[in-house]
């Protein structure tokens, strides 16, 4: 006979070989109140019944669990979505579960009662192990998923799965720029691996990318600077969408202001971990290879960190 050892070693006791068993199942009479919720239950519906106090109980009960009094035997449909209000969460389902992959048990209150009912809550396909979700939450929105085959147990409900509350639409929008005459110039000069910028002849600020106009007096530009492509980091913000430009997520935006400008450019910066990019960084443009350029900004892949100290932020506090 196949044996297990003792808890702790010692003597080998024998393994369990007896079985208890209903054939057919262990049956049992519902009465007129439970009956009728799961008869409702194998025609795709769910009900509760009212008390005298006014309470929705779902699942029905043949007492006032608040009062012991009998319901009225009034029958309100209510659902089928519901809220859920508080949840368990399943990183390993057992044999006996209801789903083959992680899951929530939810108490879930339906629209119209008063109480809520245990059932599975499905979130999608997940590796077992797997933590909970982010959209699992108390208070999200559910609604059942039927069996095609009812027979009126409370497994006719298969799951609850999540109310659909956001859609993604593919967009796309193709058009063309034709830049004018200082932005042109500006494009040309990045062709040739040099950034330009306009002295305003006003306040004597060099604004790049060039624009023929000072944003601050309003007066027309002509006059080119050529700017290195090292500067300060100005301001920052850290982005966890995806973005085709960006070498991975998350990634970096933020505000060079070159040396020698007076306005900042937004450009993408990289070389360095999110957590250590700081404002006053200073950084280099990192440029891509030269048969890779062309007349547009992205010549200048991003902007890396340079090993020089950080510029105090009172130098740069006009531009944060």
Do not use: K
């Not at 109140?33 to 025609?43: N, P």
């Not at 027309?220 to 085709?244: C, I, N």
């Not at 505000?255 to 937004?266: I, Q, R, Y």
């Not at 062309?294 to 090993?307: H, S, V, Y």
């Amino acid at each position: 006979m196949p044996s297990d050892a003792a808890p702790g070693g010692g003597a080998p006791r024998p393994a369990p070989n007896h079985v208890l068993e209903f054939p057919g199942g262990y049956t049992r009479s519902v009465g007129p109140v439970i009956g009728r919720f799961l008869s409702e239950l194998r025609d795709g519906r769910l009900v509760g019944v009212r008390t005298a106090g006014g309470r929705v109980l779902v699942p029905p009960t043949e007492h006032d669990p608040a009062t012991g009094d009998d319901v009225t035997g009034e029958f309100v449909e209510v659902g089928p979505a519901g809220t859920v209000t508080t949840w368990s969460w399943v990183p390993r389902p057992a044999p006996g579960h209801p789903l083959r992959r992680p899951f929530a048990w939810a108490l879930i209150r339906p629209d119209g009662a008063d109480t809520a009912l245990l059932h599975a809550l499905d979130l999608g396909e997940f590796e077992e192990g797997a933590d909970p979700p982010r959209p699992l939450r108390t208070g999200m929105r559910v609604r059942p998923r039927w069996r095609a085959e009812r027979t009126g147990a409370i497994g006719d409900i298969e799951c609850f799965r999540p109310e659909v509350t956001m859609i993604g639409s593919p967009s796309r929008l193709e058009y063309g720029l034709r830049p004018g005459r200082a932005l042109g110039r500006f494009l040309e000069g990045l062709c040739e691996g040099r950034i330009l910028g306009h002295r305003c002849a006003a306040c004597g600020r060099v604004i790049v990318p060039m624009s023929g106009l000072c944003p601050r007096d309003g007066v027309p530009t002509s006059q080119e600077v050529e700017l290195p492509d090292t500067g300060t980091l100005t301001t920052f913000t850290v982005s966890h969408v995806p973005d085709p430009r960006a070498p991975g997520v998350p990634f970096v935006s933020g505000h060079v202001l070159l040396d020698g400008a007076g306005v900042t450019m937004l450009a993408l910066v990289a070389g360095v971990p999110a957590a250590g990019v700081r404002m006053g960084m200073r950084v280099r443009a990192a440029w891509r290879p030269r048969g890779e350029w062309g007349r547009t900004l992205a010549n200048i892949r991003w902007f890396e960190p340079l090993d020089e100290p950080d510029v105090p932020l009172a130098a740069i506090g006009d531009h944060l």
